[in-house]
């Protein structure tokens, strides 16, 4: 498939594991880590909304169709495009989920190796972005392509850990019924049918991705995960009870997220919307929403205290499934900004392209409708 080339561009094959640097010399913190001063978290930049305002959503209501609800979920993604799911129904595959990852990434590195990501592909154990003249995150992880089952490669799937291939695929299912619902939810806020925007995707893909982050002996100097957007419809996002480490954008500023124990964080993707990345310097707008619900900034500041885990579902869709704004969604006031038919593979080409070539990024505008 096309996401192959669109998602896994790196040159280099070599596994540079945060977690064995940290293992031989935690004091030292190699260069390709640290950002130029100007890259640095600034705590300048560090919101002080108070926890108890960031959006939580009662899932079993929404699941019982709820509009009171409904209407939360509404607000939350036009103001946020974040919140936090409680009563979700999943509570039983959380912890079974983070101890499979947590076993993952206490096997040796010899293990581990055995499901290395290749240089051009996305899925196995590795790092985020393989280009060699880009500083790096603090961050090792394990890719997996979870929904639907036929697109698993178990080859990268450490099933010889007991316990692992099953909560992988019991927190997968659940992640899926969570997604139906949301994305049924969405739906209707969108004023078309509960199952138009499920239909959109084309075959809804997931993907998973194990996050572990090492204790860093300089916080202030890197970045766990830079601040990026998800190239997806939807996001779900499973921390460690314990440490505050994800932070959202919210009216220019950065919101750290306080996780509430056994909630999910749910974030939108730039399939909605794709705003002005500060990074990348991209403006997307192939959004199904039109502008309604944009996608969301997000980063994760590292810990001088311990490692973190975090679990990422992805919600993806097919790579023919067409961008265009659903016609609700388009009036005089709001008109389509990107060519009819833009196809989720063309957004991931134009967007995903870590190449450093700054231009790479705004030919994006190619995909624009020219007056
Ligand atoms: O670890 C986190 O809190 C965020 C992870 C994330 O944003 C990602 O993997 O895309
Ligand atoms: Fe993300």
Known sequence: MQQVEALGNGTCSTIISVQEIVRSDAENIPERYIRNPDDRAKSSEISLVPDDRLPVIDFSLLAQGDEEERRKLDVACKEWSFFQIINHGAEEALPKVKAAAAQFFDLPLSEKKKYAMPPDYFEGYGQDDKAEDRKRDWIDLLWLLTMPPHSRNTKYWPLTLPGFGEAVEEYATEMQRVTYEILGNLSLLMGVERDVLKQLHGEVKQGTRMNYYPACARPDLVFALSPHCDYTSISFVLQDDDITALQIKHKGMWVPVKPI???ISVLVGDVMEKQQLSRCKTVVNLSW????YKSLEHRAVANMEKPRNSVISFVIPSDEAELN???TMVDDDH?????NGVTYIEYLLYTQNKET????YVNIDYLKIQN
């Open 335 to 339: 008109p389509p900004i990107y060519k």
């Open 357 to 360: 070539d700054e231009d790479k």
């Open 325 to 327: 704004p659903l016609k």
């Open 289 to 292: 929403s039109n502008g309604k």
């Open 261 to 263: 124990p056994n909630a």
